[in-house]
Every structure is written in structure tokens, then in C-alpha cells.
């Protein structure tokens, strides 16, 4: 099972992840676990543009609104994809039909049931509008509502990662089902009347200040073990308000005087201090994200191999990693590109290569690459402390095994100005939300003429092949091996270098009650206590 790491007055407890849910103070009645009423408030750093996830990838959106709508299916603990509001599911014609038993009696908060129309007109509108729908859409013969509970995909050939993007958490790419009526209301616009069957209902949103959501009490609760969005789903509070408040000092002292009862990113510099204080409990999320280099590989040096793989033994990892988050309670070391316990984990992934300092091997690289002191430019963002303190580092180590370097840390907006110039920069630190929910999403990453590396050689054309196949293999076992085949890949030809996951510090006041840390916020199954 993947791990999080929830640190609670001091102590680091592995836990199993899990959603919870949020409930309250002023009991009105017991329940098994927890107790109901009160309002649960959230502060949030930022607000988001909308609250419609098919218009939008900005994460704000979805770890509202997702309490809101639910999705055909959910991850489950190791990130595989489960029927949520569909009941059960048949794959036929050898992979390229999807036929769905859908729940039945599911309510929307217009009181209304769920059906196969509502269904299928939700799903037209994501192939459409959403990032991971659009990413389906090609492959996508038809789509029909065949009876009432009944909805059916045809696919043109098989298309292995299909419920792994209806499940994904990643930029809002899960589907959900909204009612038919609001679908035609809206078309391709923002959606601004929000009605799900989730165990809350939007209720106030008054842009850059708050959403308030209130409990739905007609909500018809999944069973099974929770997890993320999956799993049975109880709503303790009367009302979950989400509040803007951009100023870390002023998010942490609302939660040691308990006028927030949750908070996300705290500042790291005062977790010591903060686990001290008996008002409130810090927790880890782990992992959270990714640290990664980006390689321009379509301009000198980095469009040779060697030169890549030379950056593999010139970059001491762990060094990058205390420079850029500091104490090792805020990251880890693995080679893989999924966590622990998830599906597509690759255990000893990178073996030989990752972590893997050496610089006389990198110098070794270097002249077999024939690398002549070609300037290497490392291009971040000044106003990201943690990326640009790793451009610092990482400078200072390739000049080690000599790399000419320099670094250019203008401002965020000038850094994705320039990132799509050839020529004007060699690396590049980013970071990912993890887990990403198939290899297929790195897909469009990493691979021929992919997002900003710039690949198209002989390389990039394997590294297409693999993701390929893929695409088709449709049986878990195989495709595993496949996934293998990747990692393998990934370290030979280097498109992007694996730094560390890292963890985010969150925090809580005393008074919540049963929460789990989760890489996205989910406020289910947890209760206030005076």
C-alpha cells in the first residue's frame, strides 16, 4: 500500500491512506465513528479561477468541488481504478468495448436520480472539454446510454489507460457525472450551477473569499473501505467552508487558535516549533510531488546522450535534495515514477544510474560525448525558492566534472516565456503532483517532440514504441513488464532526470478529529471535538 506519513506531536505514524471526511462540533447525534454537526473551516493558499474541472487543471478547483461531484470510478489504495457510481463493468471485443452497470438510486442534490442520459452527456462534455477526456477522445468510437442504468464506450482499438483517466486526481482529468439538463444549460461554458451527487452541495461562493458547502442529506453512500475519493463517504459536518487566506503566518495562527481547523502548506522552518504546540498536529503528506531536471535535448550539449547520461553522475541527489527542502523528513530518495504501492511501481528503478554520483564516470561521459564547453544555461524561476536554490546547487556540482554553466533565474512568467525557445536554455528544474495516475500521462511528456525537451531522434522513436504498447495492452501483468521496459528507457536515454518525491506540511488544530493526510485534500469521514 502506498504510504503517507502523518506526523502527529512529533511522531512520524505510517499510515494506510485514506480519505476522511469532516465533522463536527456541537454532536446533534451520535454515528459509529464520529460525531455530527458544526462547520468545518479550510484555509486554502489560493483561490481558483472556477469550480468547473472540465475548463480548468488548476488542482484549487477539483479538491473543492470534488466533494461536490463524484466519478464512474475512483483509485482505490494502490491507485487502480474502481467502479464508483457505476456498480460493475464488463471489457468485451477484446478490449475495446466498455459496458457499465450503473448504481441505481443515486440522487443528485436537485433530487433527481442519476441515469445513463446524465451519464452520457457528462461524458460527450469531458472527451470535449477536459485535458485527460481530450486525451481519450481520439480513440473513442461512440458512446451510448443503452438503458436506463447501462452506459456503454466503443472504442476504435484498445485503449489501455481508459479508467485510469476517468479516476485520475492529477489537473482535474477525473470524470464526473453532472445532470443532463445542466450540461445543455451550459454547453462548453463554464458550468456556474453546481449539482453532483456527492455527500456536499455547493450552497455560497463568493469569488477570492470563501465556498461553503453544506451537508446533503439525501446522499446515497457507496460502501467498501475509504480511500481518496473512493470508499464509503460520511458527511459529520453540516458545512465545509473553504477560505482564502494567501499569507502562511496567517494561516498557521488560525489554526493554533482554532479559527481554521485545517491548513495546507505550512512553512517547513516551523515544523519543529509547530509540532511542539499541544493545540495542533502537524501532518506530512508523502509523497506529495516530484523533483525533476528537464533536458532540452534538441540543442547542444543535451542532444547528445552521452552528455545526458553524464548528468546522471555528476548530480549528487541527495545534496540537491537537503539544499532544496532541507531536513529528510520533507523527501526521500527513489528511482521510480510512481510511489510505492502504486500499480505501477518499479521496484530498484534506475538501479546503476539513479543516485548514482560519480564524477569521474561523468567525466569519462562528458569526452565520449565530445563535449567542448558548450555553455549550459539552467533556467528557473527566481521567485520559487526551492527550485532556484536547486539550480544554485545543481550549477556548482556540474561545473565539478566540467560543465560550463550559468544560471538565469528571471521571473515565473519570463521562465515559461523562454522555456519554448530553443536556444535559450539547457535545463530546467520542475516538479509534478504525484501519483500521477498511468504511464500513459507521462506519455505526453516524455517521447518525440513532447511537451518542452524537444526530442526527435532515434531515441525518441523507442521511446514512442514503448508508450505504443502501452497504450494497447490492455491485461495488468503484461503491461507491467512493458512499464519496466520504461524505467530501463527513461534512465538510458535520460529525457528528464529524476530528482526526489517530497512531502508537504500541513496542518490541523486539535479539534479535527479521524483525518488522514491524502495528496489532495478530502474532507470525509472526520468530525470536530470541543
Known amino acids: 500500500m502506498r504510504k503517507k506519513v502523518a506526523t502527529l506531536l512529533g511522531v512520524l505514524l505510517v499510515l494506510a491512506l485514506a480519505i476522511v471526511c469532516i465533522a463536527g462540533c456541537g454532536p446533534k447525534d451520535s454515528a459509529k465513528d464520529g460525531t455530527y454537526g458544526g462547520t468545518l473551516n479550510v484555509a486554502l493558499a489560493r483561490t481558483a479561477p472556477h469550480y468547473d474541472t472540465d475548463k480548468s487543471t ?19 489504495e494502490n491507485y487502480k481504478p474502481q467502479p464508483y457510481l457505476a456498480e460493475s463493468y464488463e471489457v468485451q471485443d477484446d478490449g475495446k468495448t466498455y459496458v457499465f452497470k450503473l448504481r441505481e438510486g443515486v440522487l443528485f442534490h436537485n433530487g433527481n436520480e442519476m441515469t445513463s442520459e446524465d451519464v452520457l452527456a457528462s461524458f460527450e462534455r469531458w472527451l470535449k472539454n477536459n485535458g485527460g477526456g481530450q486525451q481519450v477522445e481520439p480513440y473513442v468510437d461512440k458512446a451510448e446510454a443503452t438503458d436506463k442504468y447501462e452506459f456503454v464506450v466503443k472504442f476504435k482499438e484498445q485503449y489501455a489507460p481508459f479508467l485510469s483517466f476517468l479516476s485520475s486526481i492529477v489537473s482535474n482529468q477525473k470524470f464526473v457525472v453532472r445532470p443532463k439538463e445542466i450540461i445543455e444549460k451550459f454547453g462548453d461554458k463554464v458550468i456556474e450551477e453546481h449539482i453532483g451527487t456527492g455527500p456536499y452541495k455547493m450552497v455560497e461562493y463568493v469569488p477570492d473569499d470563501y465556498v461553503k458547502l453544506e451537508r446533503f442529506e439525501e446522499y446515497v453512500a457507496q460502501e ?6 473512493s470508499g464509503k463517504k460520511e458527511a459529520y459536518c453540516d458545512e465545509i467552508v473553504f477560505r482564502i487566506v494567501p499569507e502562511p503566518a496567517v494561516r498557521v495562527a488560525g489554526v493554533k487558535t482554532g479559527q481554521y481547523h485545517y491548513a495546507e502548506l505550512a512553512p517547513r522552518d516551523e515544523f519543529e516549533q509547530l ?85 569521474e ?77 498511468d504511464p500513459q500521462v507521462y506519455g505526453a511528456w516524455m517521447g518525440t517532440d513532447k511537451w518542452i525537451g524537444n526530442w526527435n531522434d532515434e531515441d525518441s522513436v523507442k521511446m514512442d514504441d514503448i508508450f505504443e504498447r502501452m497504450l494497447r495492452e490492455i491485461d495488468y501483468d503484461k503491461r507491467g513488464k512493458i512499464v519496466e521496459e520504461w524505467h530501463e528507457a527513461f534512465y538510458e536515454y535520460v529525457p528528464y532526470v529524476k530528482n526526489f ?30
Open 224 to 229: 467498501g473501505p475509504s480511500f481518496a475519493y
Open 58 to 76: 488548476d488542482s484549487y478547483s477539483g479538491q473543492v468541488i470534488f466533494h461536490v461531484y463524484e466519478g464512474l470510478f475512483e483509485i482505490d
Open 275 to 359: 509540532e511542539e504546540d499541544p493545540d495542533v498536529v502537524p501532518y506530512l503528506v508523502t509523497p506529495f510531488g516530484q523533483s525533476f531536471i528537464i533536458v532540452n535535448m534538441g540543442y547542444p550539449p543535451f542532444d547528445n546522450v552521452y552528455a545526458r547520461q553524464a548528468l546522471l553522475h555528476a548530480l549528487d541527489v541527495e545534496e540537491l535534495a537537503k539544499a532544496m527542502l532541507g531536513d529528510e523528513k520533507f523527501w526521500y530518495l527513489d528511482g521510480a515514477l510512481f510511489p510505492e504501492g502504486h500499480i505501477w511501481h518499479v521496484s530498484n528503478a534506475g538501479k546503476g544510474s539513479y543516485n548514482a554520483y560519480d564524477p
Open 361 to 437: 564516470k561523468a567525466k569519462e561521459l562528458l569526452d565520449k560525448a565530445g563535449y567542448n564547453g558548450e555553455q549550459v544555461i539552467i533556467l528557473n524561476g527566481r521567485d520559487d525558492p526551492m527550485e532556484s536554490r536547486g539550480a544554485e546547487v545543481a550549477r556548482d556540482q556540474l561545473e565539478k566534472v566540467g560543465f560550463n554553466v550559468d544560471t538565469d533565474l528571471p521571473d515565473r512568467a519570463t521562465v515559461v516565456e523562454r522555456r519554448e525557445q530553443l536556444d535559450s536554455w539547457n535545463l530546467h528544474f520542475n516538479t509534478f503532483f504525484t501519483p500521477d495516475p
Open 501 to 530: 518525491f517530497f512531502n508537504e506540511f500541513n496542518l490541523a488544530h486539535k479539534s479535527l478529529k479521524g483525518y488522514e493526510p491524502f495528496t489532495v485534500h478530502v474532507f470525509f469521514n472526520v468530525w470536530l471535538e470541543e
